[in-house]
């Protein structure tokens, strides 16, 4: 699993282009049943996938916090929302509340986390694979794709499957 996280920003870039195009003829046209195929391959992949061995989502780009996911961490916590915040998040340039550095700071060395129950909700959805309307969110796929095997995987077999 190591190498193939290592190999994936390459793998991931030299797929760039033509993701890109396949996106854009996607989003102009995309098949009745797109929710339907999106949630199979999500299944398919993520019954393979041991997120266990991999976590190079958490390891390299962290979650926004909603306020909500703010106020159920920092109950877990037995914080006050604006404690947990000076203690674990920032503000980035889009106004979001983001971790103050990566990987994790709850992640644990055996890539478990230590919130499980109450993580964000970005966490809970990403990659984001088996998302309804799965063409609005291509941007983000395309950026995805080189951090997680399992999206880099969906996408291959999503140009598999709809032509
Ligand atoms: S969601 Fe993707 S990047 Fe995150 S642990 Fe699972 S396979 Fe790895
Ligand atoms: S909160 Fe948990 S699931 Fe989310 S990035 Fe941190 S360790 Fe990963």
Redesign the pocket.
């Known amino acids: 699993m190591q190498d193939l996280i290592k190999n994936l920003p390459k793998q991931a870039n030299d797929k760039h282009n033509e993701n890109k195009k396949f996106f854009t003829k996607l989003k102009k046209k995309a098949p009745k049943n797109l929710d339907y195929i999106m949630q199979e391959l999500h299944d398919d992949e993520f019954k393979k996938t041991d997120c266990l061995e991999c976590?190079n989502?958490?390891k390299t780009?962290?979650?926004l916090f909603t306020d909500k996911d703010v106020d159920r961490i920092a109950k877990f916590f037995r914080l006050k929302p604006q404690q947990f915040i000076s203690q674990y998040l920032r503000i980035d340039e889009e106004n979001d509340y983001v971790?103050q550095s990566?990987?994790?700071?709850?992640?644990?060395a055996d890539n478990?986390?230590?919130?499980?129950e109450v993580?964000?909700k970005?966490?809970?959805e990403?990659p984001h694979t088996d998302r309804k309307k799965f063409q609005q969110i291509s941007n983000l796929t395309l950026k995805n794709v080189a951090i997680c095997p399992a999206a880099f995987n969906i996408v291959e077999e999503m140009k598999n499957r709809i032509k």
């Open positions: 976590a989502c958490c780009t962290g979650p971790l990566v990987p994790c700071t709850f992640l644990g478990y986390c230590s919130i499980y993580r964000p970005a966490c809970r990403f």
